[in-house]
């Protein structure tokens, strides 16, 4: 492929539509460059056709084991007089080739990483309104308004979006805070709309209560149901609990499969069929203290077949592995107070520790981030990293070699986010003063893998852990 990649970095200069000079000004040459590319971009349309078997009725000459089956002949050099519309025509037509180039590459997972914005668009909560965009913050669609039905007694947060396997979904969860606010959510609701604003409807919504929020949001692979976390229904105390849910997609049928703890205690297999979690158990002479006993169990996906995994420790996880094969755990070493990486099997077998802080765990310096990302292909993650200065986004690989810092983050409450097409990762900045204990959000931003490009796509206090990637 690698002559197909530098006839793709050929074309980038000319992607979209240009300005065109003065007509006195066109000459021969910028014509006759614009047809070298439009051939480039019809010769690479031709390769992916024949190499993925789409459109092949198109080929001229057709295919012949995945390869187009004649070498097209170069154009004819321009002749004449060269005008304004012969660049807009060519313009135009370089623009719809790069478009379809940019779906097969997406299409067929080839070259992702030259598509702009990436091959997945990005969900967030922002303004009062639900919105998406591109991976380089382009193209952005408002796609529903967020309502405070409350009034102003209360304040509302749209939170934990999640898009559907199909991509033409999108839940979130609305808390809401009364005023003043002591941080804790009082009551909650779950909110699902199409990508184009239609059929936004109710699913769930929590009583009053000194706390109820919702949060960690996920469907099902099979987008036929969606667990998600209710925090309730007290601050402390023996009636506080995080709840783990399973419902249908449609609101129905809505289970409580175990109290948990973590950021985010549970996560889908990637076939759908079962579901991992932190499960806590109380000791009943001890009813208030939270962690008596901690474990990693599994169930299926309907709740039945449960049983234990793991003794592991975890604050946020397990997360399943892209490739089915792992779960990981993040979890703060009681030996050191350093934020640790563990990876284990799925049957629970050969637990090992991967990486960990540079720092120990330390909330007068703002350490509130908990979380990490599986690469889509299984091979790394990404994690929050405490170090003296700063909070740093860290890869690293499965089998802790190869660690690499993509960039400062100052301080941050979120985990980092990855992108479908392995390609960006979007992840909170922020500032923390240790005098007033205060955080100042630095908005979202996505940084590329490859060369560590940064980009904000949004301003206040916009959580990347609340962001969500199209499948």
Known sequence: MAAVVAVVFLMLPFGVASTVAQEAQVSQEEVRTRDDLIFAQESLLNVYRCRFDVDTQIVPGGCTEGEPAEEQPPPVPFEGAATSHDLDARDQLIESQESLLNDYRCLFKIDVQIVPGGCSRIA??????????????????????????????????????????????????????????????????????????????LLVETGFGEYQQIDAISWSPDGRKIAYQNYCCEIHGENAAIELWLMNADGTNRNHLANIVGERGYSWSPNGSQIAYYKVTRNPLFPQVMDQATEIWVANADGSNARKLSDIDSVYGPIWSPDGTRLAVELISRGTNHKEIWVLDVDGTNERKITGSQSVYDLSKGHRAFGFAWAPDSMSIAFIDFQEESDVLVVVDVDGSNRRQLVELGATRSAPVWSPDGTRIAYSAGRFDPVLNSYTSGGLWIVRIDDSTRLQLAVGPVSAQDASWSP
């Open 124 to 201: 967030i909560a922002h303004s009062g309104a639900i919105w998406t965009m591109r991976g380089d913050s382009k193209d952005q669609q408002r796609i529903a308004s967020i309502e405070n039905t409350l009034g102003t007694d209360f304040f509302l947060v749209a939170e934990s979006l999640a898009w559907s396997p199909s991509s033409q979904r999108i839940a979130y969860a609305k808390n809401y805070y009364e005023k003043p606010s002591d941080g804790y959510s009082n009551k909650s609701e779950i909110w699902i709309t199409n990508i184009d604003g239609t059929n936004h409807e």
